[in-house]
């Protein structure tokens, strides 16, 4: 199992109710159901640390493993989402990246974990 992390910000002239709409009615409802997707959310970017954000939205999807995940998206089941995503998105500003968890070794009760390195 694998997450897959895409950032992006939206076309000039694209207010974000807009994408939001399009979200909730169209790629929330497509995405999730395909072959090798566990998990699929969608957040809209409020604030940074540092200013401006770099991005205004992140999708956090939870797959089987990317190179399914790439394959799936090249699909027919997602050939509407994928057509009306990049009338909503800057696909200029579109990043991913994925990996796999850091599961840590688990302690017994009270034992401290190991200073680090």
Partial sequence: MQKVFVSYRLRAGVGIEQYKAWSREIDQR???GQKGVIRFEVYAIEG?????????????IEVES???????VKGSGMAYVMETFGKLVDESTVQTVYGSK????????????????
């Fill in 30 to 32: 497509i995405t999730p």
């Fill in 48 to 60: 940074g640390d540092k200013g401006e954000p770099f991005c205004q939205i992140v999708e956090d």
């Fill in 66 to 72: 990317f190179e399914a995940f790439t394959e799936t």
């Fill in 102 to 117: 850091i599961v840590p070794a688990l302690l017994p009760p009270g034992a401290r974990p190991p200073l680090p390195i």
